[in-house]
């Protein structure tokens, strides 16, 4: 049996901005952190959509963990899911600085 390597999900969709998911899959490939892209047709179920859609607008990327049984008492997770998500985010921190330009 192989081992599929872990995974953070990343979308393209009406509330990713596609300097921001360019720059989430620029990370991900540098820092060889595996990464599955999805896409999405309609607003996200989550905060993205208020936070793209907030004042003038907010330059938005989603960055999600595979899971099973979401809304339960018995959600699971990988750990190491977890891991490479939040390495991955803190890479695109560090990689915005006075320069960054997030206009599409």
């Known amino acids: 049996m192989s081992h599929t390597p872990p995974t953070a999900q990343l979308y393209r969709g009406p509330n990713v901005n596609p300097v921001v998911f360019d720059r989430l899959v620029e990370c991900a490939s540098s820092s060889e952190i595996p990464v599955q892209i999805n896409g999405l047709a309609t607003a996200a179920s ?59």
């Open 46 to 104: 989550n905060d993205a959509a208020q936070l793209q859609l907030t004042r003038g607008g907010v330059a938005t990327g989603l960055v999600c963990i595979p899971n099973r049984y979401m809304h339960s008492p018995v959600e699971l997770v990988s750990l190491s899911d977890l891991d490479q998500a939040a390495e991955l985010i803190a890479r695109f921190c560090l990689s915005v600085d006075a320069t960054s330009d997030f206009t599409p």
